[in-house]
């Protein structure tokens, strides 16, 4: 997520059998909360997960994968319980009302620690990039969808950015 990478020219990841690589931070877009990080001479364990083309119906049993509080290799089970929500940006206070299009819901726990992690279906398809979870009471947890990811992360990879068409307006 942008929100975890902000500032940030690399980042340091760990991969599943321990082993840490560094990574160049590429591109980034604070309207989608979306980052790209390059990591080269990636271990060879690293696999690519697919990505959804649509999203998943409500019900459909996920699990969020994260570091939630820094216990590592975390995982959470839930179903996807909202679709094409609007979820308030991370760094809401840069661009007061400016909220993130798109996004799944779920009751799968997500907390601090989880952002940047896929939401993803029981047989290993990403939903969404988990995004943003309201509070550990509250139950409820968001990710940018998988089709949003699919249309501004190839333009983050090439320019480092995506161009958004914005009105600048707001209906209340």
């Known amino acids: 997520n942008e929100h975890v990478v902000s500032g940030a020219d690399s980042v340091s990841l760990q ?5 840490y690589r560094e990574g160049e931070v590429v591109g980034t877009d604070p ?3 979306l980052a790209v ?4 001479n990636l ?7 697919p990505l959804a083309r649509s999203d998943p119906a409500i019900g459909t049993e996920v699990v969020a994968l994260g570091n939630p509080f820094g216990l590592e290799a975390s995982a959470s089970a839930g179903v996807g319980s909202g679709l094409d929500r609007t979820i308030p940006r991370s760094n809401a206070e840069q661009d007061r009302g ?5 996004a799944i819901q779920t009751d799968a726990a997500v907390n601090p620690g989880n952002s940047g992690g896929p939401l993803m279906t029981l047989g290993g398809t990403v939903v ?3 995004s943003a979870g309201i509070s550990a009471s509250d139950n409820i947890g968001f990710g940018i969808s998988a089709p949003l990811a699919q249309r501004v992360v190839p333009d983050l990879i090439a320019d480092g950015e ?3 068409s914005l009105m600048g307006v707001t209906g209340w």
């Open 31 to 33: 309207y989608t909360d």
């Open 15 to 19: 991969f599943k059998n321990g082993a």
């Open 98 to 102: 400016f909220e993130i299009p798109d």
């Open 162 to 164: 995506y161009d958004h």
């Open 37 to 40: 990080v390059e990591i080269p």
């Open 128 to 130: 969404a990039v988990i």
């Open 43 to 49: 271990p060879e364990i690293a696999e690519p997960l």
